[in-house]
Antibody, heavy 121, light 107 residues
Framework: EVQLVETGGGLIQPGGSLRLSCAASGFTVSSNYMSWVRQAPGKGLEWVSVIYSGGSTYYADSVKGRFTISRDNSKNTLYLQMNSLRAEDTAVYYCARSKRSWSGKDWFDPWGQGTLVTVSS | DIQMTQSPSSLSASVGDRVTITCRASQSISSYLNWYQQKPGKAPKLLIY???SLQSGVPSRFSGSGSGTDFTLTISSLQPEDFATYYCQQSYSTLYSFGQGTKLEIK
């Protein structure tokens, strides 16, 4: 079964750092595009970052320079290192695989269950 | 960056109704458009990919259409389990983006 499980969320003070993990099963993280998507309380979905199978990474402007996406191929796990956290980073963070078609189109499936990050003093 | 705009933001409908949700992109995205359903406290679920392809296991009352900048998600006959929030998402750009969501409520 293809599955993603996020861990690492919690309460952190403004300016602090946190690392989220996303353990995959049923497929190989390094062979896929993998993304982080977040959802602030009561708000919509916001794409955060992607890492391509080739290793290229991209970020939303709201997190560029503060967040780093990475993966550990030996552990089949995706990470999101979050530094200089702000109150507006408070959200449920989901990891998701990009399923790609032969034509290059892609979509998020599956998604993890999410992990809550709360940035507050 | 590509902006995605959904309309309406919220919608009240009854079981059995036909419902259409619209998504507009700020530039042409061909058919690089996906639709998701999200229920409270749950992760989003893929419904439609590449504008019009139905994800395996999703009921056939859901359908998607469009290309370029204008897209629609249609539910042909609303069922009680369809009351949720729906999001469109573009995958044309390296920087993905979502619409703001459409909350579908029971009338």
């Amino acid at each position: 079964e293809v599955q993603l499980v996020e861990t690492g969320g919690g309460l952190i003070q403004p300016g602090g750092s946190l690392r989220l993990s996303c353990a995959a099963s049923g497929f190989t993280v390094s062979s896929n595009y993998m993304s982080w998507v977040r959802q602030a309380p009561g708000k919509g979905l916001e794409w955060v970052s992607v890492i391509y199978s080739g290793g290229s990474t991209y970020y939303a402007d709201s997190v560029k320079g503060r967040f780093t996406i990475s993966r550990d191929n030996s552990k089949n796990t995706l990470y999101l290192q979050m530094n200089s956290l702000r109150a507006e980073d408070t959200a449920v963070y989901y990891c998701a695989r990009s399923k790609r078609s032969w034509s290059g189109k892609d979509w998020f499936d599956p998604w993890g269950q999410g992990t809550l990050v709360t940035v507050s003093s | 960056d590509i902006q995605m705009t959904q309309s309406p933001s919220s919608l009240s409908a009854s079981v059995g109704d036909r419902v259409t949700i619209t998504c507009r992109a700020s530039q042409s995205i061909s058919s690089y458009l996906n639709w998701y359903q999200q229920k409270p406290g749950k992760a989003p679920k893929l419904l439609i990919y590449a504008a019009s392809s139905l994800q395996s296991g999703v009921p056939s009352r859901f359908s998607g259409s469009g290309s370029g900048t204008d897209f629609t998600l249609t539910i042909s006959s609303l069922q009680p389990e369809d009351f949720a929030t729906y999001y469109c998402q573009q995958s044309y750009s390296t920087l993905y983006s979502f619409g703001q969501g459409t909350k579908l409520e029971i009338k």
